[in-house]
């Protein structure tokens, strides 16, 4: 979740909804129905509102932080770059015009950072910590059920530990922490401290990272992450049990070999150790090991309705199969590209926003599958040299108005909550998406969307 607060006008939540959904899930998952699901705190929400083949509850979440705009100084001369495709130009046929900068929601002017144009600088911290727990409880008086957010510029078990301590329905989730830089240990006891503040209501949500972070950010040996990730996992639970069960530590495998837990270091029993996993995926293989280990997946937001459909769930439901799982309460959580704003005009701003995102994640040779899955192979290999020559102010006119519209969710405030519902209402379990609150007008919006949500039927959702 990124909250970025303007303290003149009291609230400046970034709010991200998530709804229940899921139609193409397949009847060979199993359906379940419940109640409204009492879910966590801080940055994203979560609703049960229907039914799903993959049987997990709908949601309503806080959190997307406000894409930085393009103003890198040129103090370098550049490498001749490639002129546009011809079905990418965004001249003025384009429905959506170039925007090459934007005030922020404070009046600031975002400046492109050296990450790309995915992972933008700021000129001021996008997350005020001091503000976590009035924002959380903003979200929980306008109806959000649950707060997630991601490991970017600030620790995610800190953040949802403030939210959690604030509220006491808001499900808090960490979407995602980061894995493999952390021991199975440390990660087993962050996770289960935060279930014992929120009492229940947290999710441990897991990413792998890809191999220049790893190798390069992180310190750490490449490893294959799909094994990597099963072990992972299967530790984190053997210490659970540890703790839960006094049995005894004995962790064996090709990263971890875990058997030493003193009583000086065992927490001990908690009154809700049944903390649920979810799996960042995007490739077949990632989602195999969700299926197989996890009770969750989270495609990445490069992930299309179709590609979740017709490649990730089938791949979960082989993971499950071959762990002899059932899929009765596997969630799939999506936080799609989302270009959202009050008016028109201000919607174009967004759209610029998402188009840029949207060019560095095609570059991104680990999310090349969801790419090439819609025959995108050729832009995606053009736009990683850019990338890798750090041309990212050219990066976005290479995104055609088609392209962007395959993979993001556009509309206003008042048209975006059903265009949400009818790309991915059958597709997955849970959908995000977030607007800024400003004001008293934005948080009467916020409100409204959150009981459009809470008002989808069961058979809506499911599409009879």
């Not at 953040?159 to 979407?175: G, H, N």
């Not at 969801?370 to 290999?381: K, N, P, Q, S, T």
Request: proline share 7%.
């Amino acid at each position: 979740m990124d909250v970025a607060i303007d303290r003149g006008l009291k609230v400046g939540v970034h709010a991200r909804f998530l709804f229940r959904m899921s139609r193409r899930c397949g009847p060979s998952i199993a359906e379940s129905r419940g109640p409204a699901q009492e879910l966590g705190a801080s940055g994203r929400l979560l609703r049960r509102v229907g039914r799903t083949s993959l049987a997990g509850p709908a949601s309503l979440y806080s959190g997307e932080r406000a894409l930085a705009q393009r103003q890198k100084p040129r103090t370098a001369k550049r490498r001749p770059r490639p002129s546009p495709a011809p079905h990418a130009d965004l001249g003025a046929g384009s429905r959506w015009p170039a925007v090459r900068e934007r005030a922020d929601a404070t009046g600031d002017v975002a400046a492109a950072g050296q990450g790309g144009p995915g992972l933008r600088a700021r000129r001021r911290p996008g997350l005020d910590l001091a503000a976590v727990a009035a924002d959380a409880r903003l979200l929980e008086e306008v109806g959000y059920d649950g707060v997630a957010v991601e490991e970017t510029k600030q620790d995610p078990y800190i953040v949802m530990a403030l939210a959690a301590a604030a509220t006491t329905r808001l499900r808090v989730s960490t979407a995602i922490a980061m894995a493999f830089p952390r021991s199975p240990t440390i990660t087993a006891m962050s996770a289960w401290t935060l279930q014992k503040l929120a009492k229940g209501r947290f999710t441990l949500g897991l990413g792998p990272q890809v191999r220049a972070h790893i190798e390069r950010r992180y310190g750490l040996a490449w490893s294959a992450p799909g094994p990597w990730m099963r072990e992972y996992v299967a530790a984190v639970r053997a210490v659970w049990r540890c703790w839960q069960d006094n049995r005894p530590l004995d962790v064996k495998g090709p990263h971890y070999a875990l058997n030493l837990m003193p009583p000086l270091f065992n927490p001990g029993p908690i009154g809700h150790p049944d903390i649920p996993i979810h799996l960042a995926a995007v490739n077949v293989q990632m989602c195999q090991v969700a299926g197989e280990v996890a009770d969750g997946v989270r495609p990445h937001p490069i992930c299309s309705a179709d590609y979740i459909a017709n490649v990730m769930i089938p791949e979960v439901r082989k993971g499950a199969a071959r762990a002899g799982r059932s899929l009765a309460h596997f969630n799939i959580c999506h936080k799609p590209l989302v270009a959202t704003a009050p008016t028109a005009e201000e919607l174009a701003l967004r759209v610029g926003d998402v188009r840029a995102r949207l060019a560095f994640y095609i570059s991104t040779p680990s999310y090349r599958p969801a790419v090439e899955y819609h025959g995108l192979g050729d832009l995606a290999r053009k736009l990683s040299l850019l990338a890798r020559a750090q041309d990212w102010d050219e990066m976005p006119q290479y995104v055609s108005d088609e392209v962007l519209e395959l993979f993001a969710v556009v509309g206003t405030h008042e048209e975006i909550a059903a265009r949400l519902l009818q790309r991915f209402g059958d597709v997955v379990t849970h959908c995000e998406f977030s607007i800024a609150v400003k004001g008293p007008v934005d948080k009467q919006r916020l409100a409204e969307i959150a009981a459009v949500a809470h008002a989808h039927s069961s058979d809506a959702v499911r599409g009879g």
